[in-house]
């Protein structure tokens, strides 16, 4: 038996050999990445929604989280990207979580408020639920058991 609760995946993306673009007086090089899902972080199923992945409070361009909206609030010294996203299983026969998402390597200026985006990826998961391998060797089972009485009732 396998005890997966959580359905995901994982993303790195480096962007070692790429030539990235000349910042300018208050540029930052950012990600920035926009989402359409349909699960909280609570892990409640909802409607999907689109929304940007950011922190709501407590960015500071001068401090420790100098990531403000409407950059990617994990972002590395060496600009690649990482993610991690991933929803639990809900119960077989209802709506399970999916999250898709893009990426894009972004020039950010909070002075100017502006964000110019220059390329990206496209990613993502949709969860699925199937009755374990146990499941369907008893239903077969069992449907093969029925059948033997049938067919020795019909004989007899």
């Known amino acids: 038996m396998n005890n997966v609760f959580k359905g995901g995946l ?5 962007v070692a050999n790429v030539t990235l ?10 990600w920035a990445q926009g989402l359409f899902d349909n699960y909280l972080g609570n892990g409640t199923i909802v409607a999907p929604f689109f929304e940007m992945d950011i922190i709501t409070g407590g960015c500071n361009p001068a401090g420790p989280n100098p990531y403000c909206p409407p950059a990617y609030p994990f972002q590395y010294p060496d600009n690649h990207f990482y993610d991690q996203p991933a929803a639990r299983y ?6 399970q979580a999916f999250f898709d ?12 408020k502006t964000l110019t985006v220059y390329d990206g990826v496209s990613y993502g998961f949709q969860n699925f639920v199937s009755p374990e391998p ?9 449907l093969l058991v ?10 007899a």
């Not at 972004?106 to 002075?111: F, H």
């Not at 029925?146 to 004989?155: D, N, S, W």
């Open 10 to 14: 994982e993303i790195s993306i480096s």
């Open 21 to 30: 673009p000349t910042l300018g007086a208050g540029d930052q090089l950012v």
């Open 90 to 95: 809900q119960p077989p026969g209802t709506i």
């Open 101 to 112: 998402a893009n990426a894009y390597l972004a020039i950010e200026n909070n002075g100017t």
């Open 134 to 142: 146990g499941v369907w060797f008893l239903s077969g089972t069992g």
């Open 146 to 155: 029925v059948i033997v009485i049938r067919r020795r009732r019909v004989a």
